[in-house]
């Protein structure tokens, strides 16, 4: 009898712990999704990192930008309650397609290379790849998110390599970032213009060219006025924090000096930067 209690005793407490579970610390949605009815977030990371995202039965592409993943667990009673994985999977790509998405690729049958789906989404002037997958057994207990924005990593460039590039005879691409189809500097790309300023303080003497370049998107001529605008913007954020204007001149390229292919994304973004020489 005792053991039988005991027993019971054990079992009672597991459903507790299970109705308790709470998001594991520091985790969240991400601001595109709610999660599926009764299910916690067990784990999360995000990063700059390369994912693999299945496009085909048997084809895989890899994407590079920050990824947000999060492995989300079930907390309710387990038998008929249990989603199965088209639950799951329609309940993301609702949300998707209602943001305007699209899917590219599911399977939800358990075949050897995936099982999930891979769907692609426009949203905050970027592109978005989002994964759902490792569903686990079908009805579902656990499954995985995966969101990356398409991106190139932040630039990490400090003033004395710059200066040492600039010696050597070479140029030094930037990847600052503006607003869409202006010459506003992003706050994201602050430290750029912080290390600029710092090399040309360190280094009295030096004078340099700043050179605007785009993507192909739009028109050739308002490619050429954007290029010319985003190296004077430059210019001008470096004026207010003390270098003199006739240290500085400036020239616009438009889009007629790629450094990669213009007929993708990532390609584009590479693209859509200032390059600083010295004269």
Same mark, same amino acid.
């Given at each position: ?9 054990? $079992? ?40 693999? $995202? ?62 999930? #789906?891979? $769907?692609?989404?426009? #949203? ?24 990356? #924005? ?12 710059? $200066? ?84 500085? #001149? ?30």
């Amino acid at each position: 009898m005792r053991k039988l209690v005991l027993l019971l005793i054990l $079992f009672l407490s597991g459903i507790i712990a299970r109705a308790q579970a709470t998001d594991s610390e520091g985790c969240k949605d991400h601001p595109f999704f709610n999660r599926y009815p009764k299910f916690y977030i067990q784990d999360c990371s995000e990063n700059y990192d390369e994912v693999e $995202f299945w496009i085909s039965d048997d084809k895989a592409i890899k994407k590079e930008g920050t990824v947000t993943r999060i492995l989300y667990t079930y907390d309710g009673p387990y038998g008929p309650n249990l989603p199965s994985r088209l639950q799951i999977i329609k309940n993301y790509e609702n949300a998707i397609l209602s943001k305007g998405g699209k899917k590219i690729y599911s399977d939800i049958s358990g075949g050897k290379n995936f099982t999930g #789906a891979t $769907f692609t989404l426009k #949203a905050d002037g970027k592109e978005y790849w989002v994964s759902i997958h490792d569903l686990g057994n079908n009805p579902v207990d656990y499954y995985k998110i995966t969101i990356l #924005a398409l991106e190139e990593m932040e630039q990490v460039i400090e003033a004395n390599r710059m $200066f040492e590039q600039l010696e050597a005879g070479t140029s030094v691409a930037l990847h600052i970032n503006f607003e869409t189809g202006k010459s506003t500097i992003m706050p994201d790309s602050q430290h750029i213009i912080d290390e600029l300023a710092k090399m040309l303080k360190e280094n009295s003497t030096l004078t340099i060219l700043i050179e605007g370049h785009t993507d192909n998107v739009g028109s050739a001529a308002s490619n050429q006025q954007l290029s010319e605008q985003r190296a004077e913007s430059v210019k001008k954020a470096l004026v207010q924090k003390g270098i003199s204007a006739h240290r500085m #001149a400036t020239i616009g390229f438009g889009q007629s000096r790629p450094v990669a292919d213009n007929g993708t994304d990532e390609g584009r973004a590479k693209n859509r930067r200032v390059e600083i020489r010295k004269i």
